[in-house]
């Protein structure tokens, strides 16, 4: 299951991610430049932070003045189009606020004509804090109202509505918990609930829920998996899907980037997308 690839000689599909680096290349704008790349989208990067990690460990974070990371999504929306944007770590309530303010001006989000995946990264994978809490009320009052769809893990969603997700009853609770910020579409994703042998994730858009569920992939290499399922969400709605359609698209393409992860360094490995590179 693949996007439509562009014509040699014609201007692919384009889109926008607004987050940090990964020093390591396992996650942020690395991973999500390159499973855009392997999904034949041109991938567009707003830099919010800089990090210094590796497989084990976040060491440091240098966050971008808010006002250049609005910059770099005012300068490419206005001169290259985009079909739709998604954020990663914001780092700061100052850049979130940038982030939204910015946004609205140049039509991302519900209020736009250009679809919004908001992925509220608070953590990385090894337990390091990347958002504070003065940001959170920010991430649910000002960003994540905008968005087409919201992509929390369970810890996020611990974060988020103090919902402890251990079942679908609770999945449920926090997926209506979280709709009241407003955005258009939430997704509560199973991968983190490591209990259960299927990874389990719950679409809602304020009426009706879609379970989307698949095997679990039994790796310890799981680094990126959330920015590759937010990635290619916003990649599919780049080509017109609709939400329910390019969760589908995401979920699949998630688990099989699960199935070709890798170990790197002495801590956790990456998600890979590179087994396209066999397949075509």
């Known amino acids: 299951m693949y996007l439509p690839l562009t014509p040699d000689g014609q201007t692919p599909v384009r889109v926008l991610t ?7 290349g396992s996650a942020g704008v690395q991973a999500d430049s390159r499973s855009m790349a392997l999904l ?16 084990l460990r976040v ?6 003045p808010p ?18 944007a998604k954020t990663g770590m914001l780092a700061t309530e100052a850049t979130i606020e940038a982030v939204a303010q910015v946004c609205r001006e140049v039509g991302i989000g519900q209020d736009g004509s250009i679809p919004f995946v908001v992925d509220p990264v608070s953590a990385s994978i090894h337990g390091d804090p990347l958002l504070p809490d003065s940001a959170l009320d920010a991430l649910r009052h000002t960003l994540i109202p905008m968005a087409t769809v919201l992509t929390p893990n369970l810890d996020e969603v611990r974060l988020l ?23 258009r579409w939430t997704i509560v994703k199973g991968g983190h609930l490591r209990s259960s042998p299927f990874s389990s994730d ?13 095997p679990r ?8 998996a959330g920015d590759t399922l937010a990635t290619a969400t916003a990649s599919a709605l780049a080509h017109g899907y609709d939400v329910p359609a390019a969760i589908a698209f995401a979920k699949e393409w998630t688990t099989r980037s699960l199935q070709a992860s890798y170990p790197l360094g002495a801590g956790h490995g990456p998600v890979s997308a590179l087994r396209r590179l066999r397949e075509h």
Do not use: M, P
């Open 18 to 24: 607004i987050g940090g680096t990964d020093s390591g």
């Open 40 to 55: 034949g989208v041109h991938a567009c990067v707003a830099v919010t932070a800089v990090t210094v990690q590796n497989s």
């Open 59 to 64: 060491s440091d974070i240098h966050v971008i």
């Open 67 to 84: 006002q250049v990371v609005a910059d770099q999504v005012r300068v490419v929306v206005s001169d290259i189009g985009i079909g739709a």
């Open 161 to 183: 509505v103090g919902i402890d997700v251990t079942d679908d009853r609770t999945a449920r609770r926090a997926a209506e918990a979280l709709h009241k910020f407003g955005q």
């Open 202 to 214: 719950l679409l809602y858009d304020g009426e009706r829920f879609h379970e989307l569920s698949a």
């Open 217 to 224: 992939v039994d790796t310890a290499h799981d680094h990126g």
